[in-house]
């Protein structure tokens, strides 16, 4: 099954800087891989998502990118603040329906920006 | 728009008993997908139903169960708990193939 290893397992940043999370899969008919940015107490909530067919995908401070030959996929969000701070989980799945419709999650990742 | 929601938000039980949890998918979707969430295993697919049908399950025991009704809101049953299932149990919504998942916020579940 789909295997999905995201790095590092914690992050710290200054305020203002940039942040970068890494994620690879290992199944190749993944074709689906959203981004979910988790608070304490709160559910998983989606922040970015990308299909196979797109290389990047940008949203105000948050992009993803993917490179489907190496399978990897990463997280950047540019001028972080305080409210960023949260677990980032990537995840993939085939995309389709039924069987095809699960996620498989990374490890997540704990950013934590310094003010 | 509401949100995905979950009932309970917290749970206590003791080892053996069993507990049903709700979810109440956001208006208009069909898919409602269950998960566990624990600081060893993460987040890990429990199941999957649309339209009445169970989809697509993960790799858990047969003592986790569940069903969803015609309204689309769904249940999932944990029987003869073990302290291993305490958890944050997740449900997630969606349109359909395709489309995002979002998730509620959860049901805290500890077994004591």
């Known amino acids: 099954g789909e295997n999905v290893e995201q790095h590092p397992s914690t992050l710290s940043v200054q305020e203002g800087d940039s942040a970068v999370i890494k994620c690879t899969y290992s199944d190749s008919a993944s074709n689906y891989f959203p981004w979910y940015k988790q608070e304490l107490g709160k559910g998983p909530q989606l922040i970015i998502d990308?299909?196979?067919?797109?290389g990047e995908k940008k949203d105000q401070r948050i992009a993803v990118t993917l490179n489907k030959t190496a399978k990897h996929f990463s997280l950047h969000i540019t001028e972080t603040q305080p409210e960023d701070s949260a677990v980032y989980f990537c995840?993939?799945?085939?995309?389709?329906?039924?069987?095809?419709?699960?996620?498989?999650f990374g490890k997540g990742i704990t950013l934590s920006v310094r003010p | 728009k509401a949100g995905v929601t979950q009932t309970p938000r917290y749970l206590i039980k003791t080892r053996g008993q069993q507990v049903t949890l709700s979810c109440s998918p956001i208006s208009g979707h069909r898919s409602v997908s269950w998960y566990q969430q624990t600081p060893g295993q993460g987040l890990q697919f429990l199941f999957e139903?649309?339209?009445?049908?169970?989809?697509n399950k993960g790799n858990f025991p047969g003592r986790f169960s569940g069903r969803q009704f015609s309204n689309s809101r769904s249940e999932m049953n944990v029987s003869t708990l073990e302290l291993g299932d305490s958890a944050l149990y997740l449900c997630?919504?969606?349109?359909?193939?395709?489309?995002?998942?979002?998730f509620g916020s959860g049901t805290r579940l500890t077994v004591v």
């Open positions: 995840a993939a799945s085939r995309g389709g329906a039924g069987a095809n419709s699960k996620l498989t």
């Open positions: 997630a919504s969606n349109q359909g193939a395709g489309y995002g998942y979002t």
């Open positions: 990308i299909r196979s067919n797109v």
């Open positions: 139903y649309f339209s009445e049908t169970q989809r």
